[in-house]
């Protein structure tokens, strides 16, 4: 008997990988030295493949295929949109930096369509061996971008760095992938994992096992001590790729996560949670305390990321307290981190466009260079810093929420040291911010700043979706407690 | 309008929008739309103080022939205590749901009760008169619209604020006070010192934040809501725990010590004076500084039951309080600059204010902090008008100042008033609140505070005594053509000199008027407090104290009197080069001691006389004073805060360096680092979990 | 079952000796060709456990494919033929750390499955036979399965378009 | 046979790799321990899958195969890149970003 196919469930993959193909092949046929043809044709099918997304979620109903392995769910179909609309402004923040690059053009979009492919799988997997290839296929793409500008030795450097460690984390993650097949008695799915997991009778070796799986997913959400390739690999690659590693690549490994923690190991917690707890708490310290010595632009965000991390980590590091509350935390701070990092990365390249620097120093009364620049970055550095009426606050709010609610005394004092870690944190965004207001500009700076069409839609979106969620979070907290599965 | 009272801060909102957009294109480059739309909330917070105080009054009326009922019926939940028991005034409220999640709602809303009221009335008035101000004060500076934008955001903030129903609503309102204060402060932002006092005020009123927002989390899970009304229920009724009671109002007095300039953070305020000077004086009349003392009444039942205030004889509050007023006005007396004087004022007074909340004077604390707003403004105000018209945009009262008094009458006038009223002198308007604070202290037993509150009483009198004598008195030291400022300021001065000293009568405890009492103090949710009777004795003593404040200061620099050599030998001013350096000044001082000495036997006896007899007591308390002042400001101020401020940035700095190290850049490196987490953390849970 | 073990033991024991040499050997060809070994015991190892597909599949796609692959990076890369020195200057914690992993691991893996025996048997031979494996993949895994072959494009294309030189 | 002669191997084989990656500089050197890691897996989920008789494990082995091969052949195309710009395969002398 062969499997029946419900192609609606599976549509959305399908469209992106038609338009994936239709870009190499238009490629292939119509060389563009501009890369903006290419890049429309990308952004094109972007949007289009939302149009299943859209129709799934219409649909509403839960969607399960090949034996449990390929959910579609409510909390599936937000994150698909969230990617599918995150890879749409990498495009558009693309298009420009690419074009007037040497680089290959049609390739580029590529890979970006593959990885974002990748990670439409990844929301939907719900057993061991999806994702560990939806992994591999938001990751393997990625390692080429970072070394997407061939002749710069950084870039070369930021793709070796990401490749090994990724490699490496990887290789941990299957070791306990296989641990865990073993352990289980022979289970590839999450279901029957957690089952397994709900008896309680594991040997140590189990808890081991979880550790080392989430090592691999660690490396994605660049989580202390599994982070160290993330500021060398921000640094050096192409700023585009870095918003796509520092927005999608780090969700994905955030969905990954969410996905084994609770459709796998959730019984188990007292084996996830004190790693993850120790994680969250190194990342938000360590990314910060680090971030406050950074004199380039790209490797503070970089930091600032890694601790952001640590911020979306706390709530899964009490998930078993407080279940529905996490989750949602989770969601709701990946949608908006998203939203800010991605509009902070377009003003750095927007900026950069001028300059030709991505040292802070070279921010220096951006205020009266470019206003709108100025203004716009204060807002996404600020919003990241978490200063209400900005989306940021909502997103720590909700992930104290799940903190308190969690209760006891690991959870409070994680949620203490996420507090201080806010203070920390501030200091190094208003100092990007103090540069770009209380500063003169450099002389040669003078005349306005010419921003790009694609780039000005992709900092306008951004800015649109940090100020509405700020303003009126109400739009938005559907959307998270829609998303969880419960 | 009670129910419509959410346009008062709308208004200055809608014009913040229309300055930005429009300003520049105006004839008067956008100050008349700030102007009108302040003016127009100011106006309707009138009409929202009328009508409170008739429903006030009016149940009131209504509440004589019911009594009989018994006061359970009427009273409410605030009329447990005794003779205490009054109507219950509920607040007027209005909100609609913002968003809700889960099962938390949140609000937007408004309650408006006395509190509310008093402030909308005091914030909108300022803010007028300062708007008014700024329209003279500011002409042709090259940032006018954006100064104008912003000051009325600041004040649409301040009112957002003050209206809220809720503690989410009333941290946005107090981070947005806090932004356009450190956009504000910064306005000349090209002069670094300036720009580095905007990020400092940030910086340090955001320490404090962590512990608003700590603490409004804390109140959230206790009592199951950020409704304020609710909470104060709570607390008064004892339905939250006096622990978590303990640790949220601990965590939002970390929020009052950063916003109201106490110590140990009141470092910013001083720094803050970087900013114009009408921005100087909402900030330290009605805005970010009174927005802690404003958190403290507002939340008073959780701060009562937390610090136990009706219990014990010290507390935290009251501590700080307490030594914030010595500090302040200890700082005072070593400044010549004119705004620092003030700014030390500020922080002095803020320092009776939050005492004054925490030794369980409530209506005498916000009393004080209405009554401050108009003297402080004045002052400030009346600073900027010498600074514009007097002494050529200086601020420093030694070097630039002097004999003010000749040229600027008006000035000089409403400028005494206010010292007068700052100093709490009778009849003017800082006397009855100040006093109020003393009184309740001591039928309260904090006798301690009693004694510093009157120690503080006499520094403020002779700082500001020895502050009008530098700017006023004397010769003139400028180099500019003085003369008075032209109407914009000086009609603003006097109002405000007006309200200086008549505001004070509304809770005269003298003459029996306590309508102050009546119609601010809240009578739902809201613990039962003590109130002292009038007492003379205490009052007068409160008076002659600051009376020999005068009159010491007087002595030293009107007189001449007391230990002036040791200027010479020790330069008392911190800027003591350009004291000494400063020939009219010392011209006039040695002219003034020869002449004074040698003018005639009378006059040769009595400085014998007075230098045997009071030099004492002046030399003793005026060069103790000077030396504690200069003490707290080299060694606690500059040294022992400040370098604790900057170590902890140096240290938190240094263990980034460190981590920086590990950031070897050496990809080997990196994956032993991992392989060793791994391994280790392996190890870890093997061991734990067996 | 005898006659399994002395074979699975004389494998395995090459095999650890063949990966000891590969991460120590100063020639790079050598490396490569212990890391065949290495390879070719797997799948023999796999063969043992009668799961003749996977055992396949590992000898040709390992041995025919990346271990040419590794030898064809040794020559574009010009690394010498003679002996030298491969190692960096971490190798003593490097060393460090793997055994104290090892350690670990051993420690955990005996606690977890004691004397616990693979049994050999038909049945098992049926599970790991080609259509027995096909099934699966295309019924349950069948996404995967797509996945991977968009992810082998994406790697080719990428690995292309990195290599060539322009 | 014991399913843990089997898993012991694989552990071997894995830290072995471990070692290399540290330890080696060369970077085709590195991948090749990279490889003796996954084979390390590959092992694993074989022995695991005749111990538990179940096809799942050896489904596994196989992607982990296939994606290995990808995985190297991506690595060796950087390392490619490095080697051309630095002249060099060694993977200690790329140390531009640090901090």
Known sequence: MNPVFDYHALAPELVLSGAIVVVLVADLLFPDREGLQTSRLASLGILVALVPVLTLAIDGADRSLFGGGFVVDDYAIALKAFFLLVAYVTVLVSADYVGEGDYYKGEFYFLLMSSVLGMLAMTSARDLISIFVALELISIPTFVLAGWRKHDTKSNEAAIKYYLIGVLSSAVMLYGMSLIYGLSGGKVLLADIGKFAAAGDAPPLFAVAIFLTLVGFAFKVSAVPFHFWAPDTYEGSPTPVTAFLSVASKAGGFVAILSIIYFGFFEADESWQPVLWALAAASMTVGNLTALRQTNIVRMLAYSSVAQGGFILVPLAVAQDAPRASFEAVVIYLFIYGAMNLGAFAVVIAVARRTRSGEIESYAGLGQTAPVLGILMSAFLLSLAGIPPLAGWFAKFVMFRAVFEAGGAGAVTLGVIAAVNSVIAFFYYAGVARRIWFEDPAAELAGPARVPAALTVALAMSAAVVLVIGVYPQLFARVGELAVPL | ?690 | MIAQNIAFWIIAVVMAAAAVRVVTSRNLVHAALFLITVLIGASAQFIILLAEFVGVTQFFLYVGAVAVLFLFGIIVTRAPMQPADYDNDQRWPALAVSLLLLGVLVALLIDAFGHQEIELSDDLLAIGRSDAVGNSLFRTFVVPFEVVSMLLLAALIGAVAIARRD | MALNQFLILSAFLFCTGVYGVLARRNGVLVLMSVELMLNAVNINLVAFSAFVRDVGGQIFALFVITIAAAEVGVGLAIVLLIYRNLDSPDLDRVDQLKG
């Open chain 2, 1 to 690: 309008m009670l129910r419509n009272a959410w346009l008062i801060p709308l208004l200055p909102a809608l014009s913040f929008v229309a300055i930005l957009l429009v300003g520049k294109r105006l004839p008067r480059r956008g100050a008349e739309l700030g102007v009108g739309a302040v003016g127009a909330s100011f106006v309707l917070a009138c009409v929202a103080a009328w009508q409170w105080i008739d429903r006030v009054e009016g149940a009131t009326g209504k509440s004589e022939g019911l009594r009989a009922f018994g006061k359970g019926v009427l009273g409410g939940e605030g009329g447990e205590g005794g003779e205490h028991a009054e109507v219950a005034v509920a607040p007027v409220t209005r909100g609609f749901t913002w968003w809700q999640n889960g099962n938390v709602e949140f609000n937007v809303g408004i309650a408006i009760d006395g509190l509310t009221v008093m402030m909308l009335f005091v914030v909108t008035l300022v803010s007028f008169l300062v708007h008014v101000y700024s329209t003279s004060y500011m002409e042709g500076d090259r940032r006018f619209t954006h100064f104008y934008a912003l000051l009325s955001l600041f004040t649409a903030s301040m009112l957002l604020l003050v209206v809220a129903d809720n503690t989410i609503q009333l941290l946005v309102g107090w981070e947005l006070v806090g932004l356009c204060s450190f956009v504000l402060i910064g306005h000349w932002w090209e002069e670094k010192p300036n720009a580095d006092a905007a990020v400092k005020a940030f910086l340090t009123t955001r320490v404090g934040d962590v512990g608003l927002m700590i603490g409004i989390i804390v109140l959230f899970f206790a009592a199951g809501t950020f409704d304020i009304q609710a909470i104060n229920a709570q607390a008064v009724e004892g339905e939250i725990g006096h622990t978590l009671l303990v640790v949220a109002s601990a965590c939002l007095l970390g929020g009052i010590i950063g916003k109201s300039g106490q110590f140990p953070l009141h470092t910013w305020l001083p720094d803050a004076m970087a900013g114009p000077t009408p921005v100087s004086a909402l900030i330290h009349a009605a805005t970010m500084v009174v927005a802690g003392v404003y958190l403290g009444a507002r939340l008073y039942p959780v701060f009562f039951e937390g610090f136990s205030i009706d219990g014990g004889t010290i507390n935290v509050m009251a501590l700080i309080g307490g030594t914030t007023i010595i500090i302040g006005a200890a700082l005072a007396f070593v400044q010549n600059d004119i705004k620092k004087v003030l700014a030390y004022s500020t922080i002095s007074q803020l320092g009776y204010m939050v005492m004054g909340l925490g030794v369980g004077a409530w209506v005498a604390a916000v009393f004080h902090l209405f009554t401050h707003a108009f003297f402080k403004a004045l002052l400030f105000l009346g600073a900027g008008s010498v600074s514009h018209s007097g002494s050529h945009h200086s601020f420093d009262m030694k070097a630039d100042m002097g004999g003010l008094r000749k040229f600027m009458p008006v000035t000089f006038w409403t400028f005494m008033i206010g010292s007068l009223a700052l100093a709490g002198i009778i009849p003017f308007a800082g006397f009855w609140s100040k006093d109020e604070i003393l009184a309740t202290a001591g039928q309260n037993e904090f006798t301690f505070f009693l004694v510093v509150g009157l120690v503080g009483a006499f520094m403020t009198a002779a700082y500001m005594t020895r502050c009008v004598y530098l700017t006023f008195f004397g010769e003139y030291r400028g180099h500019g053509e003085p003369h008075e400022s032209p109407r914009a300021i000086t009609v603003p001065l006097i109002v405000l000199a007006g309200f200086s000293v008549l505001a004070g009568l509304v809770n005269a405890s003298a003459l029996e008027i306590e309508k102050f009492k009546e119609w601010v103090e809240p009578t739902v949710a809201f613990p039962a407090l003590e109130h002292p009777e009038f007492e003379l004795a205490g009052a007068a003593l409160a008076l002659a104290v600051a009376l020999l404040g005068i009159l010491v200061s007087y002595a030293y620099w009107f007189r001449n009197l007391g230990p002036h050599g040791i200027t010479a030998r020790n330069p008392l001013a911190r800027a003591g080069y350009t004291f000494l350096e400063n020939k009219y000044y010392l011209d006039a001082l040695y002219e003034n001691v020869i002449v004074g000495s040698i003018k005639g036997a009378i006059a040769r006896a009595s400085y014998w006389t007075n230098q045997r007899v009071i030099d004492g007591a002046v030399n003793g308390v005026a060069t103790g004073a000077a030396q504690v002042g200069r003490f707290a400001y080299d060694v606690l101020d500059q040294k022992a805060v400040d370098g604790a401020v900057n170590g902890l940035a140096v240290s938190t700095g240094q263990t980034g360096g460190l981590l920086r190290y590990v950031q070897s850049g050496r990809v080997q490196r990196y994956a032993l680092m991992l392989f060793a987490s791994v391994a280790l953390l392996s190890l870890a849970l093997f061991v734990f979990s067996n």
